[in-house]
């Protein structure tokens, strides 16, 4: 089978294409035919070691995949080959097969397209996560999204909009702004392009003006870096503010801030959740199945690419130029992919 290594530590470009021995499933495991891998930021922050997991290498990044089961082992319930699934990889992703725990893999409705299948776990898992369980969100709440046309901020804009919130949307760029706009976000606004004290204090009150005088309910923050501490200061008293990422680096705060306002910080790690709670886990995967298959939400994939140009895929991540999602496909992977999107 062919698989997208990591052999050094580096960016995208020192990623290779080899040929390895197929992988044969052991007790407990189910060996996936993989369709479609879903590119995730901590892919990365994996090749690079920046990642708080570090596996040994060579490994292939790739977190999320979607595929048709393949083989099962010994003493694995409730799954058969032929299953479609899902299944949460931590690494490994970018291969044409690969074998994992079965409590790992999930069933998908049937009629979802795998690439689809392939970026609907991480990031729609990780915005449920945040905006219901961590988060609370009640129907009529203003919810301000910070990278709001990336892959878990138009998670979190399509999320809190068919839960009935009101939705902000803040992004880098006016085309990101109007790519949140499309799904979804009821209004929004650009980042200032300087740093500086007065930008940020302009950009807080922009952020105040377009959430509306009493604050914004909740923040879904991925993004960190300068907009974190313009964003906090837009917030409700007794908002929550979620932390998510720092895709522009991790902030500094202050602390007086969520005094004045009495409003939550949030730490939102949805892998440690998944593995630690996975009835909890399992039911919001059902809640957003049921989501899906009404037409509420879908994933906005916005650019594919063959295994072999994986590393191209990642560094579109890299260099901020991602709207929504993107996906890898493998060769001759199951023709059950959906209709290019952009």
Not at 54 to 73: N, T
Not at 163 to 180: E, I, P, Y
Not at 186 to 193: A, H, K, M, N, S
Request: with cysteine.
């Amino acid at each position: 089978m062919q698989v997208l290594l990591s052999r050094a530590v580096g960016g995208p470009e020192t990623l290779t294409l080899e040929e390895m021995p197929d992988p044969a499933p052991g007790p407990g495991e189910v060996l996936i035919e993989v369709a479609a891998c879903g590119v995730n930021f901590p892919d990365l922050l994996l090749i690079q070691d920046l990642y708080q997991a570090r596996p040994s290498r060579p490994f292939a990044p790739g977190a999320e995949v979607a595929g048709v089961v393949a083989a099962v082992g010994p003493n694995v319930e409730g799954f058969t080959p032929g299953d479609r699934v899902i299944g949460r990889t931590g690494w490994g992703g970018m291969a044409e097969k690969i074998v994992l725990d079965a409590g790992r893999c999930t069933r998908i409705p049937a009629a979802m397209p795998l690439d689809q299948a392939a970026v609907f776990l991480f990031t729609y898992a990780t915005a449920y996560f945040a905006l219901v369980t961590r988060g609370r969100l009640v129907a009529g709440e203003t919810v301000l999204v910070l990278g709001a046309a990336g892959g878990v901020g138009i998670a979190a804009v399509q999320i809190a909009k068919a839960l009935g919130a009101r939705v902000v949307a803040a992004a880098s760029s006016l085309d990101k702004l109007a790519f949140a706009r499309e799904q979804g976000a009821d209004d929004g606004l650009v980042y200032p392009e300087q740093a500086g004290i007065e930008e940020g204090r302009a950009f807080a009150r922009s952020l105040k003006g377009a959430v509306g005088a009493a604050g914004a309910d909740i923040i879904v923050d991925p993004v960190g870096g300068p907009v974190a501490e313009p964003a906090l200061r837009a917030i409700a008293e007794g908002g929550r503010y979620l932390v998510l990422g720092f895709t522009a680096g991790i902030p500094a705060v202050p602390l007086n801030l969520p005094l004045l306002k009495s409003c939550d910080i949030l730490g939102v790690n949805w892998r440690t959740f998944a593995t630690a709670h996975a009835a909890g886990n399992e039911a919001n995967q059902r809640e957003l199945f049921r989501l899906y298959e009404s037409g509420r939400i879908a994933p906005a994939i916005t650019a594919r690419y063959p295994l072999a140009r994986g590393g191209e895929a990642i560094a579109r991540l890299r260099d901020r130029s991602a709207l929504g999602k993107v996906v890898v496909t493998m060769p001759g992977s199951p023709a059950l992919l959906s209709p290019a999107d952009g």
